[in-house]
């Protein structure tokens, strides 16, 4: 069945930097727009970034434009978040989504000292 | 504050209707379609309506979704206990070249 699984959420430092991934299985993810949104703990959601299929494409919130930088590898399914310059107010549920339709469970990132 | 503006909270009693609004502007409901979600807490968002009105396969019609101009709604009939979540809206912002979504309406069915 259509899956997307994220990891490489965790722990980081106030500035440090982390690389989130999305792999997802039943479906020709290189057809597809991806997209992460993320959600503060206790908060709504938050759209972060998207990508078009063939990476043509791809645009930011203002929140984080700048310091993350969404790609894909179409030959692994697999979406990437590469996020640096980590602020406390970047501490979320990520949640990486097919447009509009499909989501994953979400991995959690904390930015603490 | 979010772009697209919802009721934070609602309720009704089991086997009711009941409505939830989603008002944006031109640059996002106005211009472009709508997506709702359903979310309960500790898991993730699920959708619920696509492109305005139309329901992915799985979801019952009991949950419908329309637009006029810049504001959305999505109606769900016959409440359960089971529909209690968080909804939202969610839409292409063409101005700001963004996704937006709404604060999130707190359904309560009691």
């Known amino acids: 069945q259509v899956q997307l699984v994220e990891s490489g959420g965790g722990l980081v430092k106030p500035g440090g930097s982390l690389r989130l991934s999305c792999e997802a299985s039943?479906?020709?993810?290189?057809?597809?727009?991806m997209s992460w949104v993320r959600q503060a703990p206790g908060k709504g959601l938050e759209w972060v970034s998207y990508?078009?299929?063939?990476?043509?494409?791809?645009d930011y919130a203002d929140s984080v434009k700048g310091r993350f930088t969404i790609s894909r590898d179409d030959a692994k399914n697999s979406l990437y978040l590469q996020m640096n310059s980590l602020r406390a107010e970047d501490t979320a549920v990520y949640y990486c989504?097919?447009?509009?339709?499909?989501w994953g469970k979400g991995t959690t990132v904390t930015v603490s000292s | 504050q979010s772009v697209l503006t919802q009721p934070p909270s609602l309720s009704a009693a089991p086997g009711q209707k009941v409505t939830i609004s989603c008002s944006g502007g031109?640059?996002?409901?106005?211009?472009?379609?709508v997506s709702w979600y359903l979310q309960v807490p500790g898991t993730a968002p699920k959708l619920l309506i696509y492109?305005?009105?139309k329901r992915p396969s799985g979801i019952p019609d009991r949950f419908s979704g329309s637009k006029s101009g810049t504001s959305a709604t999505l109606g769900i009939t016959g409440l359960q206990t089971g529909d209690e979540a968080d909804y939202y809206c969610g839409a292409w912002d063409s101005s700001l070249s963004a996704g937006v979504f709404g604060g999130g309406t707190k359904l309560t069915v009691l």
């Open positions: 039943g479906f020709t993810f290189s057809d597809y727009y």
């Open positions: 492109a305005n009105n």
């Open positions: 990508i078009s299929s063939g990476s043509s494409f791809t």
């Open positions: 989504a097919r447009v509009v339709d499909v």
């Open positions: 031109s640059s996002n409901i106005g211009n472009n379609y």
